[in-house]
């Protein structure tokens, strides 16, 4: 899935002209932006605006259309072949501005190292309270914002929109904390690992993150190393611990503190290259640090001198178990039907999953065709990053999202900014309580005081000049929505239009962006 | 903000002094695990220095002045904290924990804000004692966590909200923006089955409250605030909600940072010295106030006593606790203190809870909360209280 920076140019190349002069990159000529679409095309059904919504960061002007024109059965069957959809170019280009994005780990340690060397503290979320020793003389960490600023970007406007969505979902799941030591670079490469793997086997994922230089450092198991008598320190149990924990069985009831600590020992000697920070950021296995003597792993013998064969017999078990697809199958309920996870379509992932070893796409299929998913019987929050990208999707903005960081910082989820291994929350009662920071952000998008961020109100503003502005308001209120507003409601509005209708044009953005019903998925 | 002030009017209205005749409750969770061998050492246990003396050598050193008493010492680190622990304004409870021994920090920080058994209530805490109480004012103030999210420790009241900073806090309109803004903003959260509507409704009325309260108190900042701290901030927001006596009854703040497996020393010297210059300033802050105030710090648990490989400690069982405030019988350790031996400890070498941290919290919600209820607070628990309440 992952496109070189040759790859990136070459389709530059094929590309059509994306920026004129004096233009920036971001300012991208396309249609599918036209705010006049917010107001025209058909409206989404029920259905098809939940798989938008859910299978995606919300519907873009015209996306309604294009997807009644598509059909919702061919639309979901493609989103689960991403491979399949060819990217939109313009999106590569201004990925392809991304320099530390494509790079290998050794010039991404290199460009690290110099961006190290001096300059002026700028921490990235809030490492200075966490470590303000180690970071005193650093710039403003390009890396990290890079990796941030592509997400965001990617959210806006890929066509792969399923497999964005999937890659948050793993993030979560194999959450790792920029913040710490060199996370703040290494998550780059790791994000690529989730990239890969993310509708495809979750054993080769659960491997790559076992193997992937940023999970090593944040879960410190790049410090594991096998019982040291002279010091008579043991392994290190963190990796071991949230591995069996947090990454499979889930249920801490079936397994014991013997069994963590026998996890941890056949996982001693997986690290990274070079000591301490500015490793060079290849996976490295140590056979003097690893533990080769017998071992059992919940109830399983693993014999003595399988070196590196340990860790990945232990991979295979988890893999393997039937906890592990349980807690694989709720996830993915309660991430795309709600906290109320359906126990047969539970039973169903189940049984997917162990026909089909672990395959992911096959049981994304299977949730996307249940009744469960088609009634739509739960709710799902938008949390931060999917209120602010369908925000951004849904009023046609454009954006660099150079600054979105910032502001899902102060909406509490800054990408890759959650301390704890168990990763962003998923539950409504979390974020319902932070609505301010919503309002305040769609107050400033709708406003135009977001950096680089604009919404063209132009062909809105012709139209209600010669168009009843009820008729307008409610357009954007279905659009935005899914649904028209009460007549009280619609009267409050309204009085924003007197005596100047086109001021009242960002102003109902703001409001419908604020409503209730947009902090939802449909 | 005036179309604000208008809303909340027609809303509710906070009068001053409509706060609570009992104490108000800060709950400081430090998340991660707090290794309480490092933070309050146990210097004069003859097995302290076998195990600890190599990974922290300032706390053995005789000429330290932080003694808390002739067995346990205060991190210099923890130097802020000295002078209340002197003026009998701090309590320290060693060797307290959930008394389950969970090794995983979801299980064991779940334990901690559920405070129930196996089959208990699935709320926490702090809601369920909250539940309990009358709340004639209606503040949307009462209960506030500090941050993005509202914790589990506060679910099971309804109207816990998230707060951050007063500066978060402001709707600032664009200038050419009608006035009726805000109330087509009111009308959007006023009716319907969105489970959001009641909370929007309340987010208006805090928004109004706030806006009139950082015009009253805002410009009264803390003396030297370590702005460097979120906690510090956010501990200053608390003293301002105090002293406006706008209705506060809870407030839960959390501090990240303590989950030392590497370079122990590196990782938690910053969270120690924000914590304890956080908490002697919220203390000086709230002058004579403070007698209305009891400040709780709890951590999910401790760390094992053998440092391990990295320079730092893996997951172990008892912490120890902090009390703060005006009516606690301070400048003491409540400690039964089990030992640090090899027969002391637990078969993985971890230091065993001997006060359940239940025992802490029944005292502090009976005694200076005046819930009688305890039972249903910590339904088939029977807490034992260690008397540090006045």
Redesign the interface.
């Known amino acids: 899935m992952r496109l070189s920076r040759r790859e990136f140019a070459r389709l530059l190349a094929l590309s059509p002209a994306v920026c004129t002069a004096g233009c920036a990159k971001w300012e991208w000529e396309d249609p599918a932006t036209a705010t006049e679409r917010l107001v025209e095309g058909p409206v989404a059904t029920p259905l098809e605006r939940r798989v938008l919504d859910r299978l995606g960061y919300g519907p873009r002007p015209g996306d309604v259309a294009a997807l009644r024109a598509q059909g919702v059965e061919a639309y979901i069957a493609a989103q689960l072949q991403p491979e399949s959809i060819d990217e939109d170019p313009q999106l590569l280009a201004m990925l392809a501005e991304f320099d530390t994005l494509a790079m290998e780990p050794e010039e991404a340690h290199v460009v690290e190292q110099e961006w190290f060397k001096d300059g002026v503290v700028a921490p990235i979320s809030n490492v200075l309270f966490k470590f303000p020793q180690l970071y005193q003389p650093y710039k403003p960490h390009v890396t990290a914002n890079e990796l941030c600023q592509a997400t965001a970007v990617r959210a806006m406007h890929s066509r792969r929109q399923l497999l964005e969505v999937m890659v948050e979902f793993w993030t979560d799941h194999f959450n790792v904390d920029q913040s710490k030591f060199d996370c703040r670079w290494l998550k780059t490469l790791d994000d690529d690992l989730i990239r890969s793997h993310a509708l495809g086997k979750f054993r080769d994922l659960l491997l790559a993150t076992a193997r992937s230089p940023a999970m090593l450092i944040y879960l410190d198991n790049a410090t594991n190393r096998k019982y040291d008598p002279e010091t008579k320190t043991p392994p290190n149990e963190n990796y071991a611990r949230e591995l069996l924990e947090l990454h499979t069985l889930g249920d801490t009831s079936a397994y014991t503190l013997t069994d963590i600590q026998q996890v941890a020992r056949c996982f001693t000697g997986w690290g990274v290259e070079g000591e301490w920070q500015f490793r060079p950021g290849r996976f490295v296995y140590r056979a003097d640090d690893h533990d080769d003597g017998e071992k059992t792993v919940l109830g399983q013998h693993i014999p003595p001198g399988q070196g590196q064969g340990d860790g990945v017999a232990v991979i295979d078990l988890l893999a393997a178990h039937p906890l592990t697809a349980r807690t694989i199958s709720k996830k993915l309920c309660r991430y795309f039907i709600g906290e109320l996870v359906p126990p047969r379509l539970v039973d169903r992932l189940v049984a997917e999953y162990q026909r089909t070893d672990g395959d992911v796409r096959a049981m994304l299929t299977e949730l996307f065709a249940s009744d469960e998913f088609r009634v739509g019987t739960s709710r799902v929050i938008k949390r931060p990053f999917r209120f602010a990208i369908s925000a951004l999707r849904g009023t046609g903005a454009i954006s660099s999202c150079s600054s979105l960081a910032e502001h899902l910082e102060a909406m509490g989820q800054r990408p890759f900014g959650w301390a704890m291994p168990d990763g962003y929350p998923t539950q409504p009662e979390i974020w319902a309580a932070g609505l301010t920071g919503r309002w305040r952000f769609a107050i400033e998008l709708a406003n135009g005081d977001i950096d680089e961020t604009r919404i063209d109100y132009g062909q809105l503003e012709r139209l209600i000049d010669r168009t009843d502005p009820a008729a307008v308001c409610q357009r954007l209120a279905e659009s935005l929505l899914g649904t028209t507003l009460p007549p009280e409601t619609l009267a409050s509005l309204l009085a924003l239009a007197e005596p100047d209708r086109r001021r009242a044009i960002p102003q109902w953005v703001a409001l419908l962006l604020m409503a209730p019903e947009f902090q939802w998925c449909a | 903000m005036t179309e604000q002030s208008a809303i909340a009017q027609e809303k509710l209205v906070i009068r001053p002094g409509a706060g609570p005749a009992r104490d108000v409750l800060v709950t400081v969770l430090l998340?991660g695990g707090m290794d309480a061998l490092y933070t309050l050492p146990p210097v004069a246990d003859p097995d302290y220095a076998r195990h600890r003396a190599a990974f922290d050598a300032s706390a053995t050193n005789p000429r330290n002045p932080l003694k808390l008493d002739e067995f346990f010492s205060l991190h210099a680190n923890f130097e802020p904290l000295a002078e209340i622990y002197r003026r009998g304004h701090m309590a320290v409870v060693h060797a307290c924990g959930p008394r389950q021994g969970?090794?995983?920090?979801?299980?064991a920080m779940r334990l901690l804000e559920q405070a129930s058994e196996a089959e208990g209530p699935k709320d926490g805490w702090l809601g369920r004692h909250l539940a309990m109480q009358p709340n004639p004012s209606h503040s949307p103030l009462r209960a506030i966590?500090l941050?993005?999210?509202?914790p589990l420790v506060l679910?099971g009241v309804t109207g816990?909200?998230?707060l951050d900073s007063l500066e978060?806090?402001r709707?600032?309109?664009?200038v050419?923006?009608?006035p009726?803004?805000m109330?087509?903003?009111a009308?959007?959260?006023?009716?319907?089955s969105?489970?959001?509507?009641a909370?929007?409704r309340g987010?208006l009325a805090t928004?109004a409250d706030l806006d009139r309260l950082s015009s009253e108190v805002g410009a009264n900042a803390g003396p030297h605030w370590d702005t460097?701290?979120?906690l510090g901030r956010q501990l200053q927001l608390v003293a301002k909600l105090v002293r406006a006596e706008v209705g506060l009854e809870a407030a839960v703040l959390t501090q990240?940072?303590w989950d030392s497996?590497?370079s122990q020393a590196?990782?938690i010297?910053?969270?120690m010295r924000?914590l304890a210059e956080a908490l002697r300033v919220f203390v000086d802050e709230l002058g004579d106030r403070i007698d209305r105030v009891t400040v709780v710090v709890i951590s999910e648990f401790g760390r094992r006593v053998?440092?391990?490989?990295?320079g730092?400690t893996?997951?172990g069982r008892a912490s120890a606790a902090l009390v703060l405030g005006g009516n606690i019988q301070g400048g003491k350790v409540y400690s039964r203190w089990p030992g640090l031996s090899a027969d002391a400890l637990d078969r993985?070498g971890n230091l065993p809870v001997t006060t359940d941290f239940r025992d802490v919290l029944a005292e502090i919600i009976e005694r200076r909360l005046g819930n009688a209820g305890i039972d249903r607070v910590f339904p088939g628990y029977q807490p034992n209280y260690l008397g540090f309440t006045a």
Do not use: C
């Not at chain 2, 709707?171 to 664009?174: N, Q, T, V």
């Not at chain 2, 009308?187 to 319907?192: A, F």
């Not at chain 2, 053998?306 to 990295?310: F, H, K, L």
């Open positions: 998340r969970l090794l995983s920090h979801f299980d966590a941050g993005n999210t509202v679910r816990a909200r998230a978060e806090m709707i600032e309109l664009p050419d923006w009608k009726g803004f109330t087509a903003l009308r959007l959260y006023g009716s319907g969105n489970p959001l509507s909370i929007g987010t928004l460097h701290s979120p990240l940072g497996h590497v590196a990782q010297d910053g969270p924000a053998a440092p391990n490989g990295a730092g893996d997951h993985d």
